[in-house]
């Protein structure tokens, strides 16, 4: 599917997020593997999240769909004792389905194989094999290991102390599930910290979790049970804070957005950019913090990103990218080298298709280097299958003179499905989108 998007006069309105991707994976498989039942509200609508459902199901998980309320689950927990799988599980382009799951099934005395989409395996499942083979687990993948598919024997797992190589939240969540289900206290070193979600949610669900700053300490045990309302997906949210911040006669109101402190980078960056932000109604839900937001039209200036901000914004460098695209100057993104193992290549499918629609951009080793403002001219552009490219390609249009061509815009269901509704909102009935 192809979407051209076109720059509105104006860009206005209110959206609401879908709920927070991170927040829905884990309150699916926690509550899978807690005591008890949960019923889960306002889980993500998006194809990964999706995938981790039909997982679990596959791992006998009872997961209702609850007509009594939009986006509701109600949940079954095992107790911990999962099925052998018949099949083998699919994680399709989910890389937080199979990390996470692959902590669990390493606790799980079967034999279950874990695959995804041409994407997801190209993506390096060493950073979980390792540790997880020295807590005692038996696992095979492709390429020494290190790719899926996984084949995975669980079970008698004993806990161990790990400094991990990178600041992935993937593989901190992955080795807390297999502790849970270890003998003995399992301690993680952080380099960095990365978002808390699974930290949150253990502790609500009784898990025996300490933290001493970038370090944490869990000794194994059961989870209870919760329900959770999983607030709107800043990630999601952070399309159209950039949109209204880099267009030139914009205000647009984003509702229900999670601004838990481990994800909140790129609100910071776009402030140290001069966007004209405003949170509005803080509160808390599902014990994480949720706002409101408005972004209106500003002069953003360029910026330098680097060090301890990147985890916090490493989903938002593409949109980022963007931004830096209007900004005046030199914007300086460094230390993302991560984003070589994302859905693609994220700093050379930025940078490529960025350069086609105008952008002054240009590949660093672990970062890109974007030269504002320019005056981008559109054209034909391509998400190569991944969502947070599409989406970002299509800010592009929104706030660029030359209308851009998105090719490949279906990926943006795998976060957030009702994308390009929204945006055809906030662009006024027919300005922004034609198929
Ligand atoms: C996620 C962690 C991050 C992020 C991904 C979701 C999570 O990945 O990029 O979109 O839900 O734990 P890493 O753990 O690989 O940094």
Not at 95 to 120: E, N, P
Not at 201 to 213: C, Q, R, S
Request: proline residues 6%; aromatic residues 2%.
């Amino acid at each position: 599917m192809r979407q051209v998007v076109a720059r509105p006069d104006r860009l206005e309105g209110e959206v609401t997020p879908p709920g927070d991707k991170s927040i829905s994976h884990r309150a699916a498989i926690f509550n899978g593997i807690a005591h008890g039942t949960a019923r889960v509200a306002n889980y993500s609508p998006g194809g990964d999240c999706a995938s981790t459902l039909r997982c679990l199901r596959a791992l006998g998980v009872n997961i209702l769909r609850d007509h009594s309320g939009p986006r509701l689950l109600t949940i079954h927990g095992t107790g911990g004792v999962l099925r052998e799988p018949v099949q083998v599980l699919n994680a399709g382009n989910s890389g937080t389905t199979m990390r996470l799951l692959a902590g669990v099934l390493a606790g799980s005395s079967f034999l279950s194989i874990i695959t995804g989409d041409s994407s997801l395996r190209t993506r390096p499942m060493d950073r979980v094999v390792q540790p997880l083979r020295a807590m005692g687990a038996h696992i095979l993948g492709r390429h020494g290991n290190s790719l899926p598919p996984l084949a995975i024997l669980g079970g008698n797992l004993r806990g161990i102390e790990y400094t991990l190589p990178v600041a992935s939240a993937q593989v901190k969540s992955c080795l807390l599930l297999a502790a849970l289900l270890a003998q003995g206290e399992t301690v993680l070193h952080q380099p960095a910290a990365s978002r808390d979600h699974t930290e949150r949610m253990f502790k609500a669900m009784g898990a025996h979790l300490e933290e001493e700053g970038l370090t944490l300490r869990l000794r194994p045990g059961g989870l209870a049970a919760n329900d959770i309302r999983v607030p709107g997906d800043i990630s999601s949210a952070a399309y159209w804070l950039v949109a209204a911040c880099a267009h030139p006669n914009a205000r647009v109101t984003v509702r229900n957005v999670g601004v838990n402190a481990t994800r909140t980078g790129v609100l910071d960056a776009l402030r140290m950019m001069g966007a004209r932000l405003t949170v509005e109604n803080p509160r808390e839900e599902g014990g994480e913090p949720v706002a409101d937001i408005v972004a209106e039209s500003s002069s953003l200036e360029a910026i330098e990103i680097r060090g301890d901000i990147v985890p916090r914004l490493i989903d938002e460098v593409p949109v980022l990218a963007v931004a830096a695209c209007l900004a005046r100057g030199e914007t300086v993104i460094r230390d993302v080298a991560e984003l070589r193992v994302k859905e693609t290549d994220r700093i050379k499918t930025v940078v490529a298709e960025l350069a086609r629609l105008g952008a002054e951009v240009r590949e660093l080793p672990d970062g890109l280097v974007v030269r504002g403002p320019v005056s981008l001219r559109g054209g034909r552009c391509q998400s190569y299958g991944d969502h947070r490219l599409a989406m970002s390609l299509a800010i592009a249009g929104l706030v660029g003179p030359g209308p851009v061509e998105v090719q490949g815009a279906e990926a943006a269901s795998v976060s957030y499905p009702g994308f390009w509704e929204d945006l055809a909102l906030l662009a006024g009935r027919g300005a922004g989108v034609a198929a």
